[in-house]
């Protein structure tokens, strides 16, 4: 990944967002963090920055996990968010990835974290490339329905003007034979 990344962690630990740093850094991942551990930081969050990645604690004190899945989804449908914890039952992690989540690390087991980070952000990127895409073609197919209803509109007009032309014609030759028979 040649880009740096900014990465959201929800995390209560400091020892354990420590560790998810260092082992970012020392997979040579480019990036800049910020961590919270409250509803309040993680709306803060969300409103000043826009985030590639969120890596999120299921076992939280202060914010449960769920509902911070949930307010992220709120502000950014595209994100990734990944529960990186350190006990986790396999019930909880697919109730997790059905509510939102991407994937699910084990803290004592990092070594998937960076490739999952990998995918993820790439999948991320092509959707937004995609929402993009769509919304260029929203906005096109807007101007081609102005477009058509133009030409509707102005069709209209120069069919009722030729309407018009041609019944000043056979006014006029009327006139004409009535003025013809007139003389006679």
Known sequence: MTRSLNILLIEDSEEDTYLIRHHLRRAGLDFFSERVETRRGLTTALQNQSWDLVLCDYSLPCLDSFQAMRIIREHCRVTPIILVSGLIETRTAIKAMQKGAADFILKDDLTRLVPVIEREVSEADEKRKKIEADRKL??????????????????????????FRALGQMASGIAHDFNNSLTK
């Open 138 to 163: 929203e906005e096109t197919n807007e101007r081609l329905r102005e477009a058509l209803e133009q030409i509707s509109n102005t069709k209209g007009q120069l069919v009722r003007m030729e309407r």
